[in-house]
């Protein structure tokens, strides 16, 4: 691990009286990657950012973002990094332009450049047209982007990204991570995204971490994680009533695995040459198929081997 990365923790701890809410995390994120930090409500994902923020204090370990001291040298942090937190406040009131025009005289940005910067960041989020209306008039996904942009207006060295979509629907989703793209690509921009959604991860993050009870336990890059789980995963839908027969009719194809009610899951050794197997085991068992998938392996198995449940912002989880 390199002290010189864009963020580094090494051994950070954060207690709120016996509770551990981050236990003893070791993080690395090197210059210009798009770093994934996934995890469940609770998990210890917005605390850790929190402390990397200085918006919180580490109990004890420490980090340095942007080449600072997260405690030392907060002030320095502070000026290096942009920060769009999912519960960040925005004027209704005031006007996009006018909200981006104060964010850059908080950050001490020239007059001149703060002008110039103001109108490259609206065409670049796409909120030139609605500039000069009252953000009140916003819609979600518009306020997101706006939130976006003002974090950007001081050109920062490290951008945090707390849920950017949470609560979008699919289409401004869409369009917010083709903007972290090209502003990862376009600017170099050093970016650390958390997010419950496996699929937002996967698209966009060059490597990931995945935090639980707030200790991480799973690292890497997404498809050599995905490539770790092995077997495929079998869903077959069989009606609650019928769970646990299926599994105990099938457990000689496959390790079971997390899936939703009325639904039996497994990782299906021999893949797509073991179909036949399951729909003859079934049978054999009197239990009638609603409907049977087999899905490569995704960052979803990924997250059930690594805690043994589904994370409940799961795109397929949500879809099924």
Do not use: M
């Given at each position: 691990m390199s002290k010189e990365?864009?963020?580094?923790?090494?051994?950070?701890?954060?207690?709120?009286?016996?509770?551990?809410?981050?236990?003893?995390?070791?993080?690395?994120?090197?210059?210009?990657?798009?770093?994934g930090f996934l995890g469940p409500n609770g998990a210890g994902k917005s605390t850790t950012v929190r402390m990397l923020t200085t918006l919180m204090t580490p109990t004890s370990g420490r980090a340095r973002v942007a080449g600072y001291d997260v405690v030392t040298e907060a002030d320095m942090v502070r000026r290096s990094i942009g920060v769009a937190l999912q519960d960040a406040a925005i004027d209704p009131i005031m006007t996009g332009r006018e909200l981006l025009k104060l964010q850059a005289v908080l950050h001490g940005v020239t007059r001149k450049r703060s002008?110039?910067?103001?109108?490259?960041?609206?065409?670049?989020?796409?909120?030139?047209?609605?500039?000069d209306k009252r953000v009140g008039q916003y819609s979600g996904g518009m306020r997101r982007r706006l939130d976006l942009a003002m974090s950007l207006i001081h050109e920062p060295t490290v951008l945090f990204l707390d849920e950017p979509t949470t609560g979008l629907d699919p289409t401004s989703r869409s369009a917010l991570w083709d903007e972290v793209r090209r502003l990862n690509k376009e600017l170099g921009t050093t970016v650390l995204l958390t997010t419950q959604y496996l699929e937002e991860a996967d698209q966009l993050a060059d490597r990931i971490a995945i935090i639980?009870?707030?200790?991480?336990?799973?690292?890497?890059?997404?498809?050599?994680?995905?490539?770790?789980?092995?077997?495929?995963?079998?869903?077959?839908?069989?009606?609650?009533?019928?769970?646990?027969?299926a599994a105990l009719a099938l457990m000689a194809l496959g390790p079971r695995r997390p899936s939703l009610q009325g639904r039996i899951a497994l990782g299906l050794k021999g893949g797509g040459e073991n179909m036949a197997a399951v729909v003859r085991a079934l049978?054999?068992?009197?239990?009638?198929?609603?409907?049977?998938?087999?899905?490569?392996?995704?960052?979803?198995?990924?997250?059930?081997?690594?805690?043994?449940?589904?994370?409940?912002?799961?795109q397929k989880g949500g879809n099924e």
């Open positions: 990365s864009p963020i580094f923790v090494e051994n950070l701890c954060r207690k709120f009286g016996a509770l551990s809410a981050v236990n003893n995390i070791n993080l690395e994120v090197t210059a210009g990657q798009i770093f002008k110039i910067k103001s109108e490259e960041l609206l065409e670049r989020v796409g909120l030139k047209g609605a500039s639980d009870g707030g200790s991480i336990v799973r690292e890497g890059k997404p498809e050599t994680l995905k490539e770790a789980v092995g077997d495929p995963t079998i869903r077959i839908e069989v009606g609650e009533e019928n769970v646990e027969a049978d054999d068992a009197g239990i009638q198929i609603s409907h049977i998938e087999l899905d490569p392996p995704s960052l979803e198995d990924v997250f059930a081997e690594a805690t043994g449940r589904r994370l409940e912002g799961s």
